[in-house]
């Protein structure tokens, strides 16, 4: 196992020096340039391979949370067309997607101003997956509504608009990982707290990438998760100080600290066993999270040579991850296609990027 010098190899940034220090992204135009009257933004979806439940206020900014994720390359893609001056009225017009993108989209236009753009969401990715795929379509409109706007936001602040949106202006309760995974991209460690989110960038070389993109599966159960109902159920646990929800959490805030370190030190086999221990935290805060189905892929994954296996997202559905002994890939795949949908991905090494 890594030790903790592995964080030395670490990119640390907190999101206020980031904001204050880092050159902007390319996803908003520039100042002295002209706005275009279509903008396309894409931001990728994520793993989390731990700690996802402890970016979740009160816990975070009362006790500290830390998540492991990893950004893959299954896209929310916005698009925005502003119509000209001379067609534009003052009633709203209806972003097109789906319903939970549609709302996202209309909400970020009316923060920005701009209930006259013609907004479309679409997505690579199944609806309800676990992969942080509604935070990833807000991260991508608030981009392509920045641009079209001229305004220059850091990926720190995309991730704080996005998450304001979210849970401030349609009530919809979550965490923080999934707006930075979509706008930083590539692998992180996060830590949170009442005094804001510290960003660490993990690298990862050519070979790292490519072992775990082999070796992590995904695979979609075709059940959608009850991110809402359950994150509420856990969070009232949490305030009445149950003890075995508060020793859950303790200790998913501290493997996905290792998990960070492995990933530093390039240790697959390491963090295949986090990512086992991970779920069985992770399951036990509530009865809704596991599912027959998880834990018949987990099972049938197991068997066929997985080191480690956990639900992503809050779970009771979605996707499931997998990661393969060395070698064993392939049958870990043949093993449980018959479950579900795979997820082919690579890393999106990017966070959220203007296309046009």
Known sequence: MANHDAWNTFSAI??????????????????????SETIITRAPTRIDFGGGWTDVPPYSDEMGGFVCNLAIARYATVTVERPSIST?????????????????????????????????????FPLGAGLGGSSAAGVATVAALAAARDEVMQPSEIAELSRAIEIGDLGVPGGRQDHYAAAYGGALGLRFSAAGVEVSR????AE?????????????????????????????????RESRVLEALDRMRAT??????????????????LVAEQWRHQRSLHPAI???????????GAAAGAMGAKALGASGGGCVLLIAKRGRSDEVREAVAHLGELLPFTVAERGVERCR
């Open 14 to 35: 907190s999101a206020a020096y980031h904001a204050a220090t880092h050159n902007a992204i390319a996803v908003t135009a520039r100042r002295s340039q002209r706005v």
């Open 208 to 240: 790292l990438r490519a072992e775990l993109e082999q070796r992590c599966i995904v695979i979609y159960t075709g059940k959608s998760r009850i991110s809402g109902e359950t994150i509420e159920a856990v969070l009232g646990a949490y305030r009445n």
């Open 202 to 205: 993990i690298p990862l070389g």
């Open 290 to 300: 596991p599912t027959p189905l998880i834990d018949e892929i987990i099972a049938q």
């Open 88 to 124: 534009r009225g003052h009633e709203q017009i209806p972003a097109t997607g789906t319903s939970a993108d549609r709302s996202i989209a209309e909400a970020a236009a009316r923060r920005f101003g701009m209930t006259d753009a013609r907004i479309n969401v679409q997505s690579d």
């Open 256 to 273: 996905a600290e290792s998990m960070a370190e492995a990933l530093a030190a390039r240790d697959v086999d390491a963090l295949a066993d």
